[in-house]
């Protein structure tokens, strides 16, 4: 019986055949597909087809031992997963090799059905379809899943006009759209990269009584990601956050590795915080040193990224490489921000690390050009030694350096003075900065 049965199932007619002479599409002779290599596992036990019956031949009547395979439950099971596999082929071979058994389709197997054949073909093949088996089959009828399946066809060409005419359609015919038809429209709108309509679609979700879910935002970012639309990734994201929609850790990494393809700043900023707000400090120091060398690679570096990426982790307490200071504190003087560069400088020697000497004098001199930086410079110190905090001697003689490049006499020989009051001991390149100073001094009040 079961031989039989494969028979039947590989010698049956095309369903279209058998529908309403002229109103359904031709479809793929059932034979061609059924020689192609189908996964298909009630089949895989049979070595070979059994041969064909003579024509004056009558089947034997079902045997009790029918294989449970071709029951209609395994028919909708079968149709259902190859379409979820996008394996339409098989779609359309199972359910016409159902209908040809005598199983009339349900509604589940009828929209998946159709999808296939929007998919694999066309959305027109697909409308006569339904109109062929709507006349065949009175059980059936269009429902919100068949617009959405034919909209399925829309997507996979990008036809957003068709989409949308889809929706109207279905608004007309007095159906309300559900979640998954919602979703399909932003997938077909964002897939011909308009993105806009997309995010309207969002909008229009809660009109309808329908929540956005984290999927929904991310149908428009993985899209942008695919066009290499960056900043229209970062919109959606922040939106997405925003409006309560937090992705998880995985997602967050995932669009990390999207947005640093891209060279996207503040979209990598903006995961590596949702990162570390999911509390998925485990890989962040890793992240953020990768990134700072990724940034650090580049011709022209974007200073502000990595002067943002520094504080992201001191913020965090991550621990980066010592190495990595020594460019934060070049980023700070690239911007011209010296005072921050001495407090990376002062955090970097308090660390143990020297600083270079060329970084040293470039932030005496940048010091130089304001005294009242000077002053504060040498006033973060004393907070240091105040919260008991080691004060680092090279950063006193920075300090000092810049004195001498004012130069400021009195400046340079009252933080001599005080150096015994932050628990520090002058070294050569104290009295190398101060001499320094009584030459530029003379020089100057000679000049």
Not at 97 to 113: H, K, L, R, V, Y
Not at 256 to 265: A, C, I
């Amino acid at each position: 019986a079961s031989m039989r049965s494969l028979a039947r199932l590989r010698s049956a007619a095309p369903l279209a055949r058998r529908l309403v002479a002229g109103r359904a599409p031709a479809l793929q002779p059932l034979g061609a597909i059924a020689r192609a290599t189908i996964p298909f596992r009630s089949l895989s036990a049979v070595p070979s087809p059994a041969p064909e019956e003579p024509a004056d031949s009558r089947p034997e009547p079902p045997s009790s031992a029918e294989p449970e395979s071709h029951t209609p439950s395994w028919y909708k099971s079968e149709v259902s997963r190859a379409v979820r596999a996008k394996d339409y082929a098989t779609a359309v071979m199972l359910f016409e090799a159902m209908t040809e058994a005598g199983i009339e389709p349900e509604p589940p197997t009828f929209n998946a059905f159709i999808e296939a054949v929007a998919v694999s073909r066309s959305v027109a093949d697909a409308r006569l379809t339904i109109d062929a088996l709507l006349a065949k089959h009175p059980s059936l009828a269009r429902e919100t899943a068949t617009f959405t399946a034919l909209m399925r066809g829309c997507e996979a060409i990008a036809d957003k006009q068709g989409g949308l005419q889809l929706l109207e359609e279905m608004k007309k015919a007095g159906l309300t759209p559900d979640r998954a038809c919602f979703h399909t429209l932003i997938s077909t709108l964002a897939a011909g990269r308009d993105f806009k309509q997309a995010e309207q679609v969002l909008v229009a979700m809660r009109k309808a009584g329908v929540q956005p879910t984290a999927t929904s935002y991310f149908k428009i970012i993985n899209a942008a990601f695919r066009n290499d639309e960056a900043d229209v990734a970062y919109a959606v994201l922040s939106r997405m956050v925003e409006e309560w929609r937090t992705p998880d850790a995985r997602a967050y990494e995932r669009m990390l590795d999207q947005f640093t393809r891209l060279r996207h700043g503040e979209g990598q900023m903006r995961c590596l915080e949702g990162m570390i707000e999911l509390q998925s400090t485990r890989n962040v120091s890793q992240q953020i040193g990768h990134m700072l060398r990724s940034e650090l690679d580049n011709s022209k570096p974007d200073y502000s990224k990595v002067i943002a990426l520094w504080n992201l982790a001191e913020s965090r307490e991550a621990r980066l490489h010592w190495r990595l200071s020594s460019a934060v504190i070049h980023a700070h003087i690239q911007l011209d921000q010296h005072l921050d560069a001495f407090r990376v400088a002062t955090r970097h020697a308090e660390l143990g690390n020297r600083v270079m000497p060329r970084l040293a004098d470039a932030i005496a001199i940048g010091l130089a050009r304001d005294p009242a930086h000077v002053d504060e410079a040498y006033f973060l110190l004393e907070r240091l030694q105040s919260t008991d905090q080691l004060v680092p001697l090279q950063a006193a003689n920075i300090i000092i350096e810049a004195c001498a490049r004012i130069p400021d006499l009195d400046r340079a020989f009252a933080t001599w003075a005080e150096l015994s009051k932050l628990g520090l001991s002058p070294d050569i390149d104290t009295y190398n900065s101060l001499l320094a100073t009584c030459v530029r001094a003379r020089e100057y009040s000679s000049a």
